[in-house]
Antibody, heavy 123, light 108 residues
Framework: QVYLVESGGGVVQPGTSLRLSCAAS????????MHWVRQAPGKGLEWVAV????????YYGDSVKGRFTISRDKFTKTVSLQMRSLRVEDTAVYYC????????????????WGQGSLVTVGS | EIVLTQSPGTLSLSPGERATLSCRAS???????LAWYQQKPGQAPRFIIY???SRATGIPDRFSGRGSGTDFTLTISRLEPEDFAVYYC?????????FGGGTKVEIK
């Protein structure tokens, strides 16, 4: 059974940083690309970032490019999202997700999703 | 970036009726890399369709997708009570990946 569990959310001030983590289990972690997707309160889904199965390729949404960094650790089976220069508009539930097919590239949908971690940026 | 426009915003139907949801892309979606998701309040999205027309594992056959290029459709042949939710399309053929704004299917 695939499990994805996000952690690290919370309330932060604008301009500060926060790091989200996603612990993966139930599948061969090093074989799958991983995504982050967010959802602002009452709004739709917004794709944030993807990292290839081997960590070599990373792509970002336009609204977070240059501020957020995705990474992965094959030893701890964790994918992380380092968020810097946070803005009020970054307030959202952040979901970690897995690509459906092993060794497929980063152009993939998300088949398994975590339950999300809420990040609130506000004074 | 490819902008996806979903219509209608809300669809009011009764159980047993047919639902037809539209997703239109601002540019052609490469290789028909178009997915659909279902989301219920307080839950993570559920993966339904990939490649415009292939059902994900465990998805009942009342869900079907079709389309190519810039115009895509999700059809639910006979709505079950558990199908009332918000549906999102997503293109994954080009970065940045993008989602549509969603269509809410509500009970009439």
């Amino acid at each position: 059974q695939v499990y994805l569990v996000e952690s690290g959310g919370g309330v932060v001030q604008p301009g500060t940083s926060l790091r989200l983590s996603c612990a993966a289990s139930g599948f061969t972690f090093t074989s799958y690309a991983m995504h982050w997707v967010r959802q602002a309160p009452g709004k739709g889904l917004e794709w944030v970032a993807v990292i290839s199965h081997d960590g070599r390729d990373k792509y970002y949404g336009d609204s977070v490019k240059g501020r957020f960094t995705i990474s992965r650790d094959k030893f701890t089976k964790t994918v992380s999202l380092q968020m810097r220069s946070l803005r009020v508009e970054d307030t959202a539930v952040y979901y970690c997700g897995r690509a459906p097919w092993p060794f497929f590239d980063w152009l993939s949908p998300v088949d398994y999703w975590g339950q999300g971690s809420l990040v609130t940026v506000g004074s | 970036e490819i902008v996806l426009t979903q219509s209608p915003g809300t669809l009011s139907l009764s159980p047993g009726e047919r639902a037809t949801l539209s997703c239109r892309a601002s540019q052609s979606v490469s290789s028909n890399y178009l997915a659909w998701y279902q989301q219920k309040p307080g839950q993570a999205p559920r993966f339904i369709i990939y490649g415009a027309s292939s059902r994900a594992t465990g998805i009942p056959d009342r869900f079907s997708g079709r389309g190519s290029g810039t115009d895509f459709t999700l059809t639910i042949s006979r709505l079950e009570p558990e199908d009332f939710a918000v549906y999102y399309c997503q293109q994954y053929g080009r970065t940045p990946l993008t989602f549509g704004g969603g269509t809410k299917v509500e009970i009439k």
